[in-house]
């Protein structure tokens, strides 16, 4: 299939322009930044929030609680794998070159990049995260999906993406990580709470809050024999 419009009048096309023009005013320290940022360094945030939220999920008041918000985390990154893998025929569809490839005034940051530009996959992979965070927690979800924003703006900014590259990964990654989060769920919960209740694994999914008392035994029921005893005295 032919790519989108590439003509200049194109408000993709002009958005595109606008937001790599930045870089070329930049100083070459910052752009250096927004590169590795854009290519390395909002995802591995992304990974250390899921982490963060895995973290607090574990301390959850009881066994099943933490279990339930644990799959909830567990959904975020599979989302995202899974987004990528339905973006593989999306892209051999479309089949739209990169933004340089047909403006080549464009100053691009990161080189090599020889795969087709609809849809991004980092887009795609921080908005699912994001996206799947939310489901968890709406606070880290929050911050995800901001990381996802930045994310899309950078691709933009070091020229690798058009702007409706990165909004095609926004609603692929959205789709999956809500439209299959039911699914998701009813599977990975019951995985979650066995792992819960091993021994091996109980760590993983649940931690005990400090000071928490434990469940008091309850008192043995005296024999009939010891009540006879007592009556006989």
Excluded at 99 to 108: A, E, G, I, K, T
Excluded at 117 to 128: E, G, P, R
Excluded at 139 to 163: D, K, N, Q, S, T
Excluded at 179 to 191: D, F, G, H, V, W
Aim: glycine share 10%; charged share 20%.
């Amino acid at each position: 299939m032919a790519g989108l419009d590439e003509s200049g009048s194109n408000p993709d096309v002009s958005l595109l322009y606008d937001i790599n023009g930045l870089a070329e005013d930049s100083p070459r320290w910052f752009a250096r930044a927004m590169e590795f940022v854009g290519e390395y360094g909002i995802l591995l945030a992304l990974v250390l929030l899921v982490l963060w939220c895995w973290w607090g999920a574990r301390k959850r008041g009881t066994l099943d609680d933490a279990a339930t918000s644990v799959a909830a985390v567990v959904w975020a990154p599979l989302a995202a794998a899974l987004a990528v893998l339905v973006n593989v025929p999306i892209r051999g569809f479309v089949e739209r070159p990169r933004p340089f490839v047909d403006h080549q005034d464009l100053d691009v940051l990161v080189k090599g990049k020889t795969d087709y530009s609809f849809v991004s996959d980092h887009a795609t992979l921080a908005m699912a995260i994001g996206v799947g965070l939310f489901v968890a927690n709406r606070r880290f979800g929050i911050a995800g999906i901001a990381l996802a924003v930045a994310e899309g703006f950078c691709r933009v900014f070091m020229g690798v993406h058009y702007p409706t590259d990165v909004v095609g990964g926004f609603a692929l990654g959205t789709a999956v990580a809500l439209l299959l989060s039911p699914l998701a769920m009813a599977l990975l919960t019951p995985l979650t709470k066995a792992v819960g209740r091993s021994a091996r694994g109980s760590g993983l999914v649940w931690r005990r809050a400090r000071g928490a008392a434990p469940v008091a035994a309850l008192p043995e029921p005296e024999s009939a024999g010891s009540d006879e005893k007592d009556l006989a005295a």
